[in-house]
């Protein structure tokens, strides 16, 4: 047959090989293009042990949250003076807060907003401001990214909302051997660690719990078969390299001994 009949089914080959290979790594490819697609993933920060809030109550009569403010003030002047993270309230393993005047308040388990509402509440049920208006604001928390991303780290999240894919893009995204489909988060919940997928090929991550990440959260991403047979063929080398030597040394002690060793005797007797 004509070779210049194989030269366009080859291209034609390479081209359907190369868009397939594109596919694999699409992120959200199932997604309407030119399309409005809402998003009904509600996002919550749920308070934990260890956290630190910032807490600021506003009310007509500005004197009289004064006693309660003086937390947030502290955190404004320490990382305005000295450039750190806010002091604010640190969320006690008991679950608490120490709030001026009321005292401990049951936060961990609570999303800020419920938190809010219920310093309200105190407040107005202790007559210490009539119309209390209180946010509570989470300064920074962090997540860590492993596996298959250029740059694995820990990252510090100013504010209370980061996606999985402003993780990635911080991390400098997952590399060509990295699973998409299959990326693992590790959240603790209630103190108790579970494990949870997301599929970040597919639109249905969008309405994903692990689409935000939250405080504390791991996320992993593992590697495709094909690197994990490539480093287990590149870790395990020497160990190959010393069977062989040593069954090559144990063939030619035996091919010794019984072969060589025996005729030589037989013809020197």
Known sequence: MDKRFYMPVLLVTLLLCAC?????????????????????????????????????VDSR??????????????????????????????VGQDGNIVYPVIGRIPAAGLTLDELARSIEGRLVEGRYVKDPTVTVTMPSFHVTVVGEVTEPQMIQVEGNRITIFEALAICGDVTMDGLRDNVKVIRYEAGEPTVGEIDLTSASALDSPFYYL??????????????????????????YISIGANSIRMAYLLVYRWIIQDTYNKYNN
């Open 214 to 239: 939250k405080q504390n959260d791991i996320v992993y991403i593992e590697p495709t078969p094909q690197k994990k047979r490539t480093a287990y063929r590149n870790e395990d080398w020497p160990h």
């Open 20 to 56: 397939g290979s594109q596919r694999e790594y699409a992120y959200l490819k199932d997604a309407p293009r030119d399309e409005e697609m809402p998003i009904v993933n509600n996002y919550t920060t749920t308070i934990f042990a260890g956290d630190r809030l910032v807490i600021h």
């Open 61 to 90: 009569t500005p004197q009289s949250t004064y006693p309660f403010n003086e937390g947030t003030r502290r955190a404004n002047t320490s990382k305005t003076s000295a450039g750190k993270e806010p002091d604010g309230f640190l």
